[in-house]
């Protein structure tokens, strides 16, 4: 459930409307929600996330633009894509095996 939403059932439905409609607290809420998304996203990333990260580098390209067998690794289609979009209307890319 989003944080918004789980705050104004839970606080702002439950205030009395002169104290809802109130500036000062308006801004205290507004900052009393920005901490709160700002530790549930410390909480998030400590529990979760950073477990998820450290599996990151087995998953990383290998650097270079062609690998041993031939197929393009990241940086090689990044080429091949600036290759392409230099192209002219009905133009058709050079292949490097013709």
Do not use: W
């Not at 062609?66 to 050079?94: N, V």
């Amino acid at each position: 459930m989003p944080i918004l939403g789980a705050c104004e059932i839970l606080i702002l439905r439950r205030l009395p409307p002169e104290l809802a409609s109130n500036p000062f607290f308006a801004v205290v809420y507004v900052l009393f929600l920005t901490a709160l998304s700002y530790g549930v996203a410390a909480v998030s990333y400590e529990t979760f996330e950073r477990r998820f990260l450290s599996l990151k580098r087995y998953f990383e390209p290998a650097a270079g633009t062609d690998s041993a067998d031939g197929t393009l690794t990241t940086a090689g289609h990044l080429q091949g894509a600036l290759e392409c979009s230099t192209l002219t209307p009905g133009e058709s890319p050079a292949r490097a095996d013709a």
